[in-house]
């Protein structure tokens, strides 16, 4: 008999189970109704503390790639991480005239009492800004200073939608918090150890010389975390 797809109860991916296979006969009676033992898991703990179940995606945030040893630490893993997406959620909706005054609002919400978040501003130690494009000047996050807003501006001709948004977003933070450190964190650095023959185009290469026209990478903050933590994991 064919196998034939199944739902998991907890995150709602297929996976292919045949109840009459011997191969999938011999597996844990488990796999019947969960797709991995962490969601057979993570569906016991939610259940025995009575969380709503999570959504399709934030399962999968959970469950992909964990591997935790201590099945009590895992289980405090969950447990917190349930509590958190059950948490009562604000939606606040403010419309903002320009940067100055959005960052403006979002520092009067965490100084709010009633929102229990800051008292001073003093506590905000620093501010990371997400910058698209570093071209080939930064391979790592820096803190911003006037040499460093100077190459974001450079790098406006490569990322014209999304370079000048993150310089406003410096320029109203740093009138706003004029003694937090800033630190710029860009798409592109994690990419910049490949080979000139990988980021080069099959393109007249006067093209690279006059427009710097190449291969980047971008999501670079997002790979560079997935790559130290599957480091951790495996």
Not at 141 to 161: M, Q
């Amino acid at each position: 008999m064919a196998r034939r797809d199944r739902q998991c109860l907890c995150c709602q991916i297929k996976y292919k189970y045949c109840s009459t296979c011997s191969a999938d006969q011999a597996k844990p009676t488990w796999m019947t109704e969960f797709c991995s033992e962490p969601c057979k898991e993570l569906f016991a703990t939610a259940t025995k503390y009575n969380m709503e179940m999570l959504t399709k995606s934030e399962a999968k945030e959970i469950i992909q790639g964990l591997e935790l040893k201590e099945k009590s630490e895992y289980a405090d893993f969950i447990q917190k991480d349930i509590e958190n997406i059950n948490a009562k959620k604000e939606e606040l909706l403010h419309i903002a005239r320009d940067f100055d005054e959005a960052i403006e609002y979002v520092l009067e919400v965490l100084l709010k009492p009633e929102n229990k978040l800051i008292s001073s501003t003093d506590e905000i130690g620093a501010v990371g800004h997400r910058i698209v494009h570093g071209g080939e000047k930064f391979k790592n996050s820096v803190l911003i200073d006037d040499e460093v807003i100077k190459a974001i501006k450079e790098n406006i001709t490569l990322a014209p939608l999304h370079n000048p948004a993150g310089l406003a977003g410096i320029k109203a933070c740093r009138k706003l918090l004029p003694k937090t450190p800033m630190v710029a964190v860009f798409d592109t650095s994690f990419h910049q150890t490949m080979e000139e023959k990988a980021y080069i185009y099959q393109i007249p290469y006067k093209y690279y010389e006059d427009y710097k026209i190449r291969k980047y990478g971008f999501h670079g903050i997002s790979h560079r975390y997935v790559a130290k933590r599957i480091s951790e994991i495996i």
